[in-house]
């Protein structure tokens, strides 16, 4: 028997469609878990329809459109992937409802709570885009910064310390094939960032949860003095303590310091306790099961020692896989 036909295989001048084209489904989607990149560009100054925000528009989609072509689009082993442009979504035209701040706080969230790489359309110079390198970098995101005809990254950029690359392209061409080019280089880093991200929010879930206790004891009186002890502002404490993933990007010396002002001690964990080797058996055979990578296991174990370390009303039991799934589950914040 020879190979069946393709009922979407369009032959002849009169192709057969297997459904009408106005009831054509959507494309399905990435799944919600999928790597995410962000592409950032500057926006402020631009207003719809100027040339500038068409040729940002353009860019960021001949952008998109090298991401998808690398990533689920590939004829060779195709991989899921999510993205997200600033620009299509959150431009002061768009949405003059939003304050400064919530701004500031979507795209702390995007970068730092969600991405897994960053692309910059380096067209101008941009605060909010430098600010969002920063942040990049800090939670060891892979970083392309793309620089079209008759502009240069400046040498801070450049010499910004982190897996950054600086190209230089001629042509939506050749933005095309510099964007596949880093996508696949980059693609073990993208996908694996998820699982580190994982780890620091399992790390710090306990100190997050600690001090935002503390912080939530306090008047405003001693949240000023606290703030001034660390000499910051006590807005910057409360951002810190949004979200764990913030808490755990926050200066080292800031941490401990404020450790120290909410709770009277520079140690930042409560306690441990040594795991039973029955428990890191139940561990090591969660891991098997559901794939964790060794920076999450090893974050398990120690988040699993701080928990037993904990009053035994509060504390999980971590004598089974199922157990130890559970306390996966929980620290997903």
């Not at 400064?100 to 359309?121: M, Q, R, S, T």
């Not at 793309?146 to 400046?154: K, R, W, Y």
């Not at 296991?297 to 004598?319: N, Y």
Request: charged fraction near 20%; charge should be negative.
């Amino acid at each position: 028997m020879g190979p069946r036909p393709d009922r979407h295989a369009v032959t002849g001048s009169n192709p057969q469609l297997p459904f009408d084209g106005a009831d054509a489904p959507p494309p399905p989607g990435p799944p919600p878990d999928a790597p995410y990149v962000y592409v950032a560009t500057k926006i402020t100054g631009t207003t719809p329809g100027s040339p500038e925000r068409q040729v940002i528009e353009l860019a960021v989609a001949t952008i998109r459109d090298a991401i998808l072509e690398a990533t689920t689009q590939a004829a060779d082993d195709p991989w899921h992937i999510r993205v997200h442009a600033p620009v299509e979504w959150t431009t002061p035209d768009q949405t003059p409802h939003l304050a400064p701040a919530d701004i500031f706080a979507k795209n702390a969230e995007h970068v730092v709570g969600e991405a897994d790489a960053l692309i910059v359309y380096g067209w101008a110079p941009s605060a909010g885009v430098g600010q969002e390198i920063t942040w990049a970098v800090q939670v060891g995101l892979p970083v392309l910064y793309v620089e079209p005809p008759g502009h240069t990254a400046s040498r801070q950029i450049a010499g910004t310390p982190g897996d950054l690359t600086c190209v230089h392209y001629a042509g939506p061409d050749g933005l095309k094939d510099d964007v596949r080019r880093w996508i696949r280089q980059r693609r073990h880093r993208i996908e694996a960032n998820a699982g580190r991200r994982h780890g620091r929010r399992i790390s710090y879930a306990i100190l997050h949860q600690r001090l935002s206790q503390a912080w939530g004891l306090l008047d405003p009186t001693d949240r000023q003095q606290a703030a001034a002890h660390l000499g910051v502002t006590p807005d910057l404490i409360k951002w810190w303590l949004t979200d764990v993933d913030y808490l755990a990007n926050a200066p080292t010396a800031h941490i401990v310091s404020l450790t120290v002002a909410l709770t009277g001690t520079p140690d930042p964990v409560v306690g441990r306790h040594e795991l039973a080797l029955s428990q890191l058996e139940a561990l090591l055979t969660a891991r098997d099961e559901h794939g964790w990578d060794e920076a999450t296991t090893e974050a398990l174990r120690r988040r699993g020692e701080q928990e037993l370390a904990t009053p035994a009303v509060r504390r999980f039991k971590l004598d089974t896989p199922e157990d130890w799934t559970r306390l996966y589950e929980a620290t997903r914040l």
